[in-house]
């Protein structure tokens, strides 16, 4: 694995921005940024970038999942990078630089375009003002600062010819070429050598004809040659001893390009092809045209008693040199007497030649061994640089395989890793499923849960109630009875200022906004909600903020209730039905600390409906499964279960009547139903409402019924008479979802699409609440009738007052 936190990505497509590689790379890990590269000339992409990762194992990561990614038709490669792209700024500094040396589009190198570009591209001037560069090896010479000429092949231009006079003379080829040379940058001479070096490997038929048709480039490239210190003119020299038949030129004659200080050449680029540039050397049978007569900047032959030149059949120096008789030419005998048994002619001039035209040559000294060929022909020359860049290339493609293999047997041990992680992560699952099937049969068998954990109880279809609790509901029913006429706390002018005195937003997760039921503890000060966020929510008035969650629902919270034990216990038992079928008993820890006693799971609807009974032991359950039940909250255990005929298709709301001997359900067929808790049988039944009932209400005194169905009105009952006595409009096209009756049973309150508070009898209308910005669910007076607490599904409490 490698310990960069980079990768190189490559074959990135050319739309693609880096806010949106970012995001393709962040699903394997966090990254700290993306680079594009950009051509520094042209500003567009060049296809490629680095990706930062905050680590070694994102990194990894990357390398191995996101490589082979297609993205905008294009397979993504990625891999490790050399190093971080914020310190590669060198490279691709030298990138531009070769970019502005070859220039785009001339193709690679070796290419004709790419040494026609070479040749035509314009010398280097220096900048208006700027000191002229002064090579250190020609200081002190007046002739050294000349400026190039303005053409490289042609020279400088002509002088204007003068009207009567003589035409200037025409300036000298070789002259042009070499003024042409002196002013090229090093660099850009080793681009020309090695331009035609891969042209002549990949394309010898073309060289052949390139190097044909423009005999200066055949110029150009020897005088390069020796800029470069790679062959000694002497050598050269010694190629052609007799290819011209003019006199060698003198050398104090020829001009000379000034020296230049140039760098050891790169070893080229693996071909696969002989180092020879597929052009044959001078030597072998070469056109008249391909190498002019006397060639400017030759040296002469070396004098006499001077080690041999090449032969002309080998091209190495001849270690049994003869001569030919006829032509003159110089050969190596082995050499020469093998041609002329398979040919009988000279290879030279083509005349008929045997054994007897050769003359043997006395070289002195005759035991000193000629130069390596190796330094003495251009072939040679590459060929060794050939031969040491392939050992290079086969040493560096062993230490590839090699990586290559490391890699996959890391990419494969990782692959084990990620199967056992995904392994073990669904044995836990499945033992957590196993865990929860257990409890769940537990609890259906009637097994004692562990501490600390709710148990499911089932509902039964019992008859009715035991004698025991029909004591217990009439002694309540006497005792509640008594109490029943009270005199209102506060006079309707008060009720007249009601204003919104205190607001909590912000209640309920925002994914699943709105809070669908609320009841209040007024001893401690707590206010209960569900939501539709499935969980329930314990706040403090004097804390101001939410002191406990109650979660284990899966579903919607429709009701919530506190049993009232508080006066008792210190800390109030709390209730919630969910649209999952079941009802929860949370009992209270230390500290606002609450857990799942019980799990009431006999429905098999929603739960609409959550009353406690006035004795606090008992609470009422309705469902759209059109089944209502009466269940002990000590104990969980359902004690009646009630279904009728009448009722198909579901409870919509319940309530009980203040002295708990009746049950009142809301239906969805527009009716209400009361029942006796004692014998589950029907004893009334309320019609005229219109789509189900919603809510309902009973008075405190125990005379009066509201109840609202799907449209803008309230229906006030006569529970003694069985009529309506009073009907009740909101808003036009308004709905009504809570109603509540203070505890003197003197105001009622409607919450829907405002709040609203009547006054019984004269049911004239106190005030109009309209401070909520989405619809009212629920509503519940103080024990004194002085404040009112709503809660809606714009996600909060609102507390209305008395305006001191």
Known sequence: MSGSKVVFVGNIPYEQTEEQLIEIFSEVGPVVSFRLVFDRDTGKPRGYGFCEFK????????????????????????????????????????????????????????????????????????????????????????????????????????????????????????DAIS????????????????????????????????????????????????????????????????????????????????????????????????????MPPPHMGMPPQFTPPGFPGMVPPPAQGAAMGPSLVSGEAPENPVVSKKSGQVYERRLIVKYIEDNGKDPVSGEELSVDDLLDIKTTPGTVKPRPPTMTSIPSILSVLQNEWDSIMLETFTLKQQYQQVRQELSHSLYQHDAACRVIARLMKERDAAREALANVQAHLGTKAPAGEASDVAMEDASGLSSEVREKLEATTAVLSKTRRRKPNVTAEAVQTYSQRKVFPGLHAARSPGITSLD?????????????????????????????????????????AWTGRSEEAGQDMALTAS???????????????????????????????????????????????????????????????????????????????????????????????????????????????????????????????????????????NLRTLEIVQKLSVADQGVINALAWDQSGTYLGVGGTDTRIFKVKTWQELANLTDNTAEVTSLKFGPLGDYLVAGSLDRSLRIFGITE
């Open 55 to 174: 680590d070694e194992r994102t990194a990894a990561s990357a390398a191995r999942n996101l490589n082979g990614r297609e993205v905008g038709n294009r397979i993504l490669k990625v891999d490790y990078a050399d190093s971080d792209p914020a310190r590669s700024g060198g490279r691709d500094q030298e990138e531009s630089s070769h970019m502005r040396t070859t220039g785009p589009g001339l193709g690679p190198p070796g290419s004709l375009p790419m040494m026609q570009a070479h040749m035509q591209q314009p010398p280097f001037m220096p900048p208006p003002g700027a000191a002229p560069r002064i090579d250190p090896r020609t200081a002190g010479n007046p002739n050294a600062l000349q400026p190039p000429p303005p053409n490289r092949l042609q020279g400088p231009p002509p002088p204007p010819q003068m009207v009567g006079g003589p035409p200037p003379p025409r300036p000298n080829p070789t």
């Open 579 to 717: 649209a999952d079928h079941t009802v929860k008993i949370w009992t209270a820890d230390k500290s606002y600390g609450y857990h799942a006693a019980h799990t009431l799971s006999g429905h098999t609807a929603e739960v609409t409906g959550l009353c406690v009974h006035p004795t606090k032991d008992y609470v009422a359950t309705a469902s759209l499964d059109s089944s209502w039940a009466f269940h002990d909250l000590e104990t969980g255990s359902t004690l009646l279960t009630a279904r009728s005929d009448e009722v198909t298709k579901g409870y919509s709301s319940a309530a009980f009547h203040p002295d708990g001997l009746l049950f009142g359900t809301g239906t969805t067929e527009s009716a209400v139903k009361i029942w006796d808790v004692r014998t589950k049988e029907a004893v009334a039944s309320f019609e005229g409402h219109v789509g189900s009932v919603k809510t309902m209400a009973f008075s405190e005194n125990g005379y009066l019924m509201a109840a609202a169905g799907e449209n803008n009105e309230v229906s006030i009952w």
């Open 520 to 560: 209040l503890d007024a001893k401690n000060g707590l206010v209960l909600t569900g939501g539709n966020d499935k969980n329930a929510l314990v706040f403090s008035q004097s804390e101001e903020k939410v002191v406990a969650t109650l979660k284990g629902h899966s579903k919607k919270i429709t009701h919530v």
């Open 179 to 278: 003024a042409v040379l002196a002013s090229m940058t090093p660099q850009n001479v080793f681009d020309l050598v090695s331009s035609m070096k891969v042209l002549g490997a990949n394309e010898p038929e073309r060289a052949k004809a390139v190097l044909n048709e423009n005999p200066q480039l055949s110029y150009a490239l020897f005088q390069a040659l020796l800029l470069m210190n790679l062959v000694e003119p002497n050598s050269l020299q010694r190629m052609f001893p007799a290819m011209s038949g003019s006199p060698t030129p003198n050398p104090a004659a020829v001009q000379q390009p000034p020296q230049q200080h140039l760098p050891p050449p790169p070893p080229p680029p693996h071909t696969g092809m002989p180092p020879h540039m597929g």
